[in-house]
């Protein structure tokens, strides 16, 4: 008995020693120990859910690693965070439900899954806060400290009863955050409470654990749409600032779109703060009314791509700019939905979506060759996940509550993308 653990410890401090925290050196690339650490990553927000004990489903979690394992997988962009009462467009359980109130069985799902991680030699982006509604996110935050109703905008389900506004109404109120005095100290003790988590697996801090990449603001914060209400450099600084006061092991970055209809000059007075470690983008073809996935034609795909990797130029310029390293954090195409094919099946092929990947990560091996960008996050990982039947409602996959299940999300039955996946991963990981 007193063996086998001495012996699982040394294995635990082997695997400990063999990591380390991740910085941005003088050339403007991500290390790890003195070598380039490029990002082949996914995003799969549900890590926490699926982890905990009693909603989770902890062989799914399991089984969804070691499958992303086999696709060179390194790096996930998960939350640590959410919060509200559970509804409609929001995960089933959160972390926490009231304001410092914390679900202890979420929290040590987060633990779980950032010690199954740890073993994988996988690192995780922590994002700290939701811009939209499918978390709670800064819209919570905003309705506690002020009563007030959150303008819910149309989504998934569709004809929610609870969803009578409109999107540029949800978004003014979600960026009232960025001023809400109240709401920014409530944040700040949760930022406080997960970085010092010590999680029960491991015994670590979060602060002292190099499985952590990165604290991420928040999932896509961004101002309002005619930039009346800006993510202030205060605001920034303030953040930026106090998560450094907690934690000088681990970098920061906001996780912002560099939306094109924001532009240079937004990117650039949001990113250029000197606590931030590195910036990121977003590209999203469809919703931004660049793809239709009901148009089988040549030349609709060929628009997107032509769309993506123009924007992917812009925005390494934009970031050479400020010499600041950017990873392509999230980007998907919906499945076939031409010939009447309905695209939120997970029998519909995607073959669309593979060509699509296919043609703009070239350009992002290319771009990360070059030394501005450091890899990507697709969106999203759905593993061994499939949506509901009937009205049961979908537990944890990669698309989150408020959208369609099944638009973006990657199976692991999709196995030209998995074996594509697994062969540009190869390729990616040789540039460290
Ligand atoms: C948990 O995940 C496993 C593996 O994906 C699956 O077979 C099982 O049905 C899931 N359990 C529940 C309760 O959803
Ligand atoms: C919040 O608003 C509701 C009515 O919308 C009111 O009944 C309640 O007293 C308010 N709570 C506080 C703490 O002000
Ligand atoms: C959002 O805020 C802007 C700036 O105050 C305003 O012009 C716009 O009308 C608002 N949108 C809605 C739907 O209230
Ligand atoms: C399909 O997309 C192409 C390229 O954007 C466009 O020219 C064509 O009109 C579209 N067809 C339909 C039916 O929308």
Not at 249 to 261: D, R, V
Not at 309 to 322: P, V
Not at 327 to 334: D, H, K, R, S, V
Not at 372 to 399: C, H, K, M, T, V
Request: glycine share 8%; net charge negative; charged share 25%.
């Amino acid at each position: 008995m007193k063996l086998v653990s001495t012996l699982s410890i040394l294995g635990l401090t082997i695997a400990l020693t063999s990591a380390g925290f991740v910085s941005v050196e003088d050339d403007g690339n991500f290390y790890e120990n003195d070598k380039r650490y490029i990002v082949w990553g996914a995003n799969y927000w549900e890590a926490m859910n699926l982890g905990a004990q009693k909603t989770g489903n902890r062989t799914r979690l399991i089984n969804d690693l070691d499958k992303m394992k086999t696709m060179n997988i390194n790096n996930l962009r998960i939350i640590a965070a959410s919060e509200g009462p559970a509804d409609s467009q929001k995960p089933v359980n959160v972390l926490m439900p009231e304001p410092g109130v914390y679900n202890e069985d979420m929290f040590k799902g987060l633990d779980y899954a950032l010690y199954q991680m740890k073993k994988r030699g996988m690192k995780a982006v922590m994002v700290l806060n939701n811009f939209w509604q499918w978390s709670g996110g800064f819209s919570q935050y905003v309705s506690w400290v002020k009563n007030t109703t959150i303008p819910l905008p149309p989504g998934y389900p569709e004809n929610d009863p609870r969803a009578q506004s409109s999107w540029d109404e949800f978004i003014n109120y979600s960026a009232e955050f960025f001023t809400c005095k109240k709401c920014i100290s409530m944040w700040k003790k949760h930022i406080k409470t997960v970085i010092n988590r010590k999680n029960v697996y491991t015994g670590k801090r979060y602060r002292d654990d190099d499985t952590i990449f990165s604290w991420e603001f928040a999932n896509e914060p961004r101002q309002n749409n005619d930039g009346s209400m800006p993510m202030t450099d205060e605001f920034i600084e303030d953040i930026s600032g106090y998560i450094k006061s907690l934690d000088k092991n681990h970098m920061i970055t906001l996780g912002s779109e560099a939306h094109p209809s924001f532009g240079k000059e937004v990117f650039i007075r949001e990113n250029n703060h000197k606590n931030l470690d590195y910036a990121t983008t977003h590209i999203w073809v469809q919703n931004w009314g660049e793809y239709d996935p009901k148009n089988g034609t040549e030349a609709n795909l060929q628009h997107a791509i032509d769309y993506c990797i123009n924007h992917l130029r812009d925005t390494a310029g934009w970031a050479l700019k400020i010499n600041k390293p950017i990873i392509f954090e999230e980007y998907g195409m919906a499945r076939d939905g031409w010939d009447g094919q309905d695209e939120y099946d997970p029998a519909t092929p995607a073959t669309n979506r593979l060509k699509y990947y296919k043609a703009i990560l070239n350009e992002v091996y290319k771009l990360t060759d070059k030394q501005i960008f450091q890899g990507q996050n697709f969106w999203a990982y759905s593993g061994e996940g499939r949506p509901a039947s009937g009205d049961a409602r979908d537990l944890y996959l990669g698309d989150p509550a408020h959208e369609h299940p099944g638009w973006y999300g990657i199976y692991d039955k999709d196995t030209d993308m998995i074996n594509y996946l697994k062969k540009m991963g190869k390729k990616f990981l040789k540039l460290e």
